[in-house]
């Protein structure tokens, strides 16, 4: 293994990382150009993910690896042992289920909710390339092409009603022919406008 071990102390990486609170840190060292942490799942009651019957009937352990936000310029990976568990619900279809840690792990997800959430504003703000490369300055590599995925795995936001809108019709080529719906939203209709939604004085 390469590198020195730099501190074995949950207090320090609390510090640096406080989403690291729910778990016991065994190990940080540096390898190559990136930080890595050896933690695990303490022992603790977990709810099924199906039933949600509180379980701590241990099936077996294994390592997930999670990429974090830099630390001081290097890339941060995360080895986290976590627990397989059954679920001994009589009518739960479900007979094992890994646990999940509320700030630090997502089913099926390789980076931790913080840096998916770094991942996505970027995307939200800079669009393909243009968060591609702002990504790149605080040491994470995605393509264009992956910024915008997860872009558009994103929630839409819940929208307002609209109170007036503007009808527009247009042709795209011959015989085909669309519609737009503009919301026509003034500033400072809502306490100067009337219902038809134009300025009522």
Do not use: K
């Not at 020195?4 to 840190?25: N, Q, T």
């Amino acid at each position: 293994m390469g590198g020195g071990i730099v501190s074995e102390c949950d207090d320090l990486v609390g510090i640096v990382s406080p989403h690291l609170d729910a778990v016991r840190v065994e190990r940080v060292w540096v390898e190559g150009d990136a930080v890595r942490i050896s933690a695990r799942t303490r022992e603790l009651m977990v709810a099924c993910t199906d039933c949600g019957r509180d379980s701590t009937r241990v099936h077996s352990r294994y390592t997930r690896t999670l990429a974090d936000r830099a630390v001081g310029g290097r890339p941060l990976l995360i080895n986290l042992s976590v627990r397989r568990l059954f679920c001994d619900g009589p009518r739960c279809g479900r007979r094992t289920f890994a646990e999940q840690v509320d700030e630090l792990t997502v089913r099926y997800q390789r980076r931790t909710p913080l840096l998916q959430h770094l991942v996505e504003m970027a995307g939200v703000l800079l669009a393909g390339r243009g968060g591609a490369r702002l990504l790149q300055i605080v040491n994470v590599t995605l393509s264009p092409t992956s910024v915008l995925f997860h872009l558009m795995r994103m929630p839409l936001p819940s929208a307002a009603t609209p109170r007036v809108l503007g009808v527009d019709d247009f042709a795209l080529y011959a015989d085909v022919y669309g519609t737009l719906l503009v919301w026509m939203l003034i500033p400072g209709c809502r306490s100067r406008c009337g219902r038809d939604g134009t300025p009522s004085n």
